[in-house]
């Protein structure tokens, strides 16, 4: 993808002080703005020690890096060091939690911080099934593609979707209704994600391991399995587009148990009947 149209305007303040430049420098375009407060280019060394602030206005803009699609604005301050090594550090307060990252050469890891899952399912556009908070770390190695997810959910809460609604209907449970703490993973290579989710509230879990999601083409691959209070297991498959999966619903299980319970309690009905005819 190219990169969008862009118009650029700025002021730079530079001083020499023996080998080494210092510069003030604010660049604005209409994908981002820059603040720099101090730039130092040490010409003995070529070494570079800058600090920034960054307002990126539309990340959508930015498809020609990212190579995919997201929604929202961010503002990030951080450092830049280039010597023998790279390193970067970037700060923001994101998605009503805190983003802390660091780049030291090709490898990259970001804290996570107290974020609401509906404000990041809502940048990476996909549906906002799942309300909680969530703390976690992501490692990502640039050169490779590739990483790992690791995060913890608390508080959560589920928004309507289909698979509650079945599950409402096959197992006359409310999960909505019901809070759920767990874990997430995820393994990332490239495009291609392969993630855990392990959901718990008070009487009822959620669980799905090796889900296949691709973030570019958003076509989703997941298997499911649901346990309502402690009814027996409902399990879901999940497959097409993340925005409107096909889901299909095998709750054979909980089915032959109501069949059971009301069999049971027409038998014991009908006991109850011919005892009272005999006394």
Do not use: W
Request: positive net charge; charged residues 25%; without cysteine.
């Amino acid at each position: 993808s190219l990169m969008p149209y862009t118009t650029f305007s700025g002021t730079t303040n530079t001083v020499l002080k023996g080998t080494k430049i210092d510069t003030k420098a604010l660049l604005k375009s209409n994908l981002a703005s820059l603040d720099i407060k101090q730039a130092r280019f040490d010409l003995k060394d070529s070494s570079i020690a800058s600090d920034y602030q960054a307002t990126i206005y539309d990340l959508d803009r930015l498809f020609f890096i990212s190579q995919r699609h997201l929604k929202g604005a961010i503002v990030a301050t951080g450092e830049l060091k280039k010597a023998k090594d790279l390193d970067f550090t970037l700060l923001s307060n994101f998605a009503g939690g805190k983003l802390d990252a660091k780049l030291h050469n090709d490898d990259f890891i970001a804290y996570i911080n107290k974020m609401q899952t509906l404000d990041i399912l809502d940048m990476l556009i996909y549906p906002k099934v799942f309300k909680s908070n969530i703390d976690g770390k992501v490692t990502y190695n640039l050169a490779e593609a590739s990483g790992n997810f690791d995060a913890e959910l608390k508080e959560g809460v589920f928004m309507p979707n289909q698979i509650l609604d079945l599950t409402k209907q096959f197992a006359k449970v409310d999960l909505y209704k019901q809070k759920f703490v767990g874990n997430t993973n995820a393994v990332i290579k490239k495009e291609h994600i392969t993630a855990l989710l392990d959901l718990k509230s008070n009487t009822s879990s959620i669980y799905t391991k090796d889900t296949k999601l691709n973030s570019k083409t958003k076509q989703i691959d997941s298997d499911i399995k649901i346990v309502a209070n402690n009814n027996p297991a409902i399990y879901v498959t999940l497959q097409g587009n993340v925005e409107s999966p096909k889901v299909k619903v095998d709750a054979s299980a909980i089915v032959k148990d109501e069949a059971k319970k009301a069999v049971k309690k027409e038998a014991t009905k009908q006991l109850n009947k011919l005892f009272q005819k005999l006394f």
